[in-house]
């Protein structure tokens, strides 16, 4: 085979509504400054950031997306951007409670806060501080990077120096985080089995390698039906294991970790599974299709994560 995809690595951009996250994300793709509109939902954009691959999830601000989306996704991340206009202060309060909500979800990821609008007439940088109650992090968080910048994304100011400092943190951290994968599955959205790989101590009637997948499938099928087109399932807990599932137009990967496991960087391991099969090499899903079943390489699975995420993943025995 060729070489894998380079991973991506899960960022939210959370704020309320027109703090400017979208604009900063289309800065981040052109260089420049230009009129959007507020996000509705989610959107995503891939981009290279100071040598980094990341995945950027503009959540939108509005309450009924913040109530709708930002706890899954804020918990599966890898990082934290939270967006603030420094020059509304009208709103600065309940900006402060939901940024304390998504550090409850997420307790361990980077944070960068953005006071954007910094062009403007705005709050002095240590009033701003002692309003976000940013002093009490290193008490509640103790092994979290944070920082908090003033920028402008009109004019461009600070955004190289916050994004030095924010890809570093990344790095840093995603360095010291693994998970025990206990199993892993491959399978096509109808819910047939590509590639199935079970390690924990189980009998197989427990979890039996062909059940799973339809059993996943048809769990993300009733979600995405109650919350629609951008909804479905991203993870589920049980009392022993977490799952982390990651889905594409073809393809649902699902991995299954111990309680222990950082739930942001599974989901980053099977993102780059279903990348490398369904956008890098689309070609592998007929190449191993033999007589209307998939038989890839018995140790297919196995080899990608010990060769790609070797520092972060351990296979259980």
């Excluded at 601000?61 to 599966?76: I, N, P, Q, S």
């Excluded at 944070?111 to 910094?118: E, F, G, P, W």
């Excluded at 002095?124 to 940013?134: A, R």
């Excluded at 909804?231 to 393809?251: A, F």
Aim: hydrophobic residues 45%; aromatic residues 10%.
């Amino acid at each position: 085979m060729q070489g894998f995809p380079r991973k991506r690595i899960p960022i939210v951009i959370v704020g309320l509504e027109f703090a400017g996250k979208t604009s900063f994300v289309l800065r981040l793709q052109t260089g420049e400054f230009g009129k959007t509109v507020p996000t509705s939902g989610l959107d995503t954009e891939i981009l290279e950031i100071q040598g980094n691959l990341f995945q950027l999830f503009d959540l939108g601000g509005h309450e009924r997306f913040r109530e709708m989306f930002w706890k899954e996704y804020v918990k599966l991340s890898q990082g934290i951007v939270f967006m603030i206009d420094a020059n509304d202060l009208e709103k600065l309060d309940t900006a402060v409670e939901w940024l304390w909500k998504c550090l409850k979800w997420n307790p361990e990821a980077p944070l960068m806060i953005l006071a954007n609008k910094a062009d403007l007439t705005h709050i002095e940088l240590p009033k701003l501080i002692d309003k976000v109650k940013l002093r009490r992090l290193p008490h509640q968080s103790p092994t979290r990077s944070f920082q908090i910048f003033e920028i402008s994304v009109k004019t461009g100011m600070n955004i190289d120096r916050a994004l030095n400092w924010f890809s570093q943190k990344i790095a840093l951290s995603i360095a010291k985080k693994y998970i025990k994968v206990e199993g892993i599955y491959l399978f096509l959205r109808t819910g047939v089995p590509i590639v199935s790989h079970l390690f924990m101590n189980q009998p197989e009637s427990a979890m039996d390698n062909d059940i799973v997948p339809g059993f996943l499938n048809a769990i993300n099928e009733f979600a995405s039906g109650m919350m629609g087109s951008t909804g479905g399932l991203d993870s589920l807990i049980t009392e022993n294991y977490s799952i982390v599932m990651v889905k594409r137009e073809k393809l649902l990967c699902a991995i299954i970790t111990d309680k222990k496991s950082d739930l942001s960087l599974a989901r980053m391991v099977a993102e780059s599974v279903v990348t490398h099969l369904e956008e890098t090499f689309p070609h592998q899903l007929t190449k191993y299709q033999i007589n209307g079943k998939y038989l890839f390489p018995e140790n297919f699975l196995v080899n990608y994560l010990q060769q790609e995420f070797k520092e972060n993943v351990v296979i259980s025995t």
